[in-house]
């Protein structure tokens, strides 16, 4: 849409006279003598054969630099300079206009002991005296940005460069049908050089402002929801900045599997509207994994455990989310979780989300809870959160260690909290560059209520809780299929009565690869993970990794747990495909002092429909 008007020379079809020299300026400019040539050139059909060296002769300009040659077959003197004299001059003209000879004259070219023979001059030399910009009002400010170190030999690439920055320039700033028009001035000429001024004369036009967006590719997503997850501004300047930023806000939106950077058009009412072109995924996404986890050295037999995700990220429209997770680890262990968010409350940017949850942990204690927030998308990529947090704890007779009562108090605990977070990334499911960065902090109080059996000996009744999270992820692309994944995350639990349910899970899939699900009990947490990812489609790669973590626990005397500070790692790769059944997961994983026969396979396939 912008345009550029190749620069044609001010002196046309005149000859200009200086001490017995002519220098004619063609009509159509400096490339026209190249031009007719190279289509004289092209026209030739020359056979391979023989190389044969060319030699100039009055052509300083050229020495020092490659060599000529042409390969030609075994003719004779007279044919062999008939096919090869028109491409010959073409080369040398070229090389000479690089060095900033426009005007050559080739007194002669002859073949001789199986050798091409050139005679001539080089001709004057084009030099740039001035260049000047002749900028609308509107775009003075982009004066700074065009003017760089001024170039001593005159060149068409210049102008090319000069002329194509301004239009990038020009575009940025939401300009994107300003022109620009170059003209050559000859302000004095000698035998050996010709100086020019340069001009650039541009135009604005006038600055494009959009009003909302159209696509091209969504049938589930409604323009509204496209609207407001594009996060429109009505009377935004077109820029490519803009442009790349709300290609990057809906790719991370889960609602699409590729979406192109997108252009403006003109609607019907003479106004500007976004475009893009999309492809939709399917609402709803089914993610399980299988796992196999061998018997130990004790005598217990092997079992599989199991992990289900359901995640409707277009639930009735709107964009509103319906999470359900349930995962086995073990035989005695499991977990659901229900959520669901409700985005663009009030028409503003912000969404309300509630979950509720429920963990068997062993025989030792069940944990419910019920949580619910808001975050607030006022500045992107920033987002706030706050949340508020309630969670009841009963805890079980251990029937396995055949102890009598609980391992686990029973207790309660209100929690409050504030968060932030920022996420560049460009893809929520195989983001390729970006960070993402999560921050949250929840205070509160944990009171004890039960058993009443040991409630005398309890030091406290209630106390004061707190739980900090902390996670940053980057992505940095080598080239455009090895990738490189970077994440860091810090978990911290403090309450002075910590009981096994205040303390985070570490181990498995989700984290700590190379070790059971949820095998390690720890109130702080940290851990790093290095991962290299060589991408075979858009969808599909295939990796290695290493995890490492610091865990810390303290020493809890009725569950028989001492205090323990440690340092585990784990390492392995697998593979992430696309196919006609779903995105298929295979992973292997050895944790610290494992074998092969002992390294935890999983398998995973995730389907959307």
């Known amino acids: 849409m912008s345009r550029y008007k190749k620069p044609g020379l001010i002196a046309k079809g005149i000859f200009y006279r200086y001490q017995n020299q002519d220098f004619r300026f063609l009509q159509n400019g400096f490339n026209s003598i190249i031009l007719q040539i190279i289509i004289i050139a092209s026209s030739l059909n020359i056979s391979l054969a023989q190389e044969i060296p060319v030699h100039l002769q009055g052509f300083p300009a050229l020495d020092g630099g490659e060599p000529i040659s042409f390969v030609a077959n075994q003719e004779g003197d007279d044919l062999l300079l008939t096919k090869n004299k028109s491409k010959i001059m073409t080369t040398i003209f070229e090389k000479l206009a690089l060095n900033g000879y426009y005007f050559p004259e080739i007194d002669s070219v002859y073949f001789k002991d199986r050798a091409f023979f050139v005679y001539g001059s080089e001709g004057p030399v084009s030099l740039i005296t001035s260049v000047e910009w002749i900028i609308p009002d509107s775009l003075t400010s982009l004066i700074p940005a065009l003017l760089g170190e001024l170039p001593q030999i005159f060149s068409t690439e210049f102008i090319d460069k000069a002329s194509l920055r301004f239009l990038e320039v ?13 003209e050559i001035l000859l302000t004095k000429a000698h035998p050996e050089s010709l100086f020019y001024a340069v001009r650039f004369s541009t135009s604005d036009f006038k600055r494009v402002r959009l009003s909302g967006i159209t696509a091209d590719g969504t049938e589930h997503v409604s323009f509204k929801t496209l609207e407001r997850v ?28 590729t979406v192109e950077v997108p252009t403006f058009q003109l609607t019907d009412d003479e106004t500007f509207n976004w475009f893009v072109k999309v492809k939709e995924l399917p609402s709803t996404r089914f993610d399980g994994v299988l796992g196999y986890l061998p018997g130990n050295q004790s005598g217990e037999a092997g079992y599989f455990t199991g992990l289900i995700k359901i995640h409707m990220r277009n639930f009735l429209g709107n964009a509103r989310k319906l999470n359900l997770f349930w995962v086995r680890e073990n035989q005695f262990s499991q977990e659901f979780n229900f959520y669901f968010m409700e985005p663009w409350i009030f028409d503003k940017q912000i969404d309300i989300w ?3 949850a429920q963990r068997n942990q062993d025989t030792t204690f069940v944990k419910r809870g019920f949580s619910a927030g808001s975050e607030l998308r006022f500045f992107d990529p920033l987002n706030l959160r706050i949340d508020g947090q309630f969670e009841s704890i009963v805890g079980l007779s251990n029937t396995k260690t055949k102890k009598l009562g609980p391992d686990v108090l029973n207790s309660e605990k209100f929690l409050g909290g504030v968060g932030a977070g920022i996420d560049t990334r460009n893809s929520f499911f195989n983001a390729t560059e970006g960070y993402r960065i999560s921050a949250n902090f929840q205070f509160g109080v944990k009171t004890i209520t039960g058993p009443d059996s040991v409630l005398s000996t309890a030091e406290k009744k209630s106390s004061f809780m707190r739980r900090s999270v902390f996670e940053a992820e980057t992505y940095l692309a080598f080239t455009t299929q ?57 969808r599909s790669y295939v990796f290695l990794f290493s995890d490492s973590a610091y865990l810390e626990r303290e020493k809890i005397n009725r569950s028989g747990l001492n205090s323990e500070k440690g340092i585990y790692s784990g390492a392995g790769g697998g593979a992430i495909l696309s196919s006609p059944l779903g995105i298929v997961k295979v992973i292997f994983a050895m944790g610290k002092g494992d074998t092969f026969s002992t390294a935890k396979i999983h398998f995973g396939l995730v389907n959307e429909f």
């Open 170 to 182: 020009a575009g940025k700033k939401g300009y994107p049908f300003a022109t620009v028009t170059p």
């Open 230 to 257: 594009a996060g429109i501004i009505p009377g935004q300047t077109f820029s490519e900045r803009e442009a790349l930023a709300i290609q990057a806000r809906l790719k991370r939106s889960e609602l699409f599997e």
């Open 354 to 356: 509630t979950s509720l």
């Open 482 to 538: 090895q990738i490189m994944v970077t994440l860091f995350r810090f978990w911290e639990t403090r309450v002075p009565d910590i009981d096994l349910p205040d303390m985070f899970l570490v181990g498995g899939i989700q984290n700590l690869r190379g070790y059971r699900e949820n095998q390690f009990y720890a109130s702080r947490v940290g851990m790093a993970t290095l991962e290299y990812r060589f991408l075979l489609s858009e």
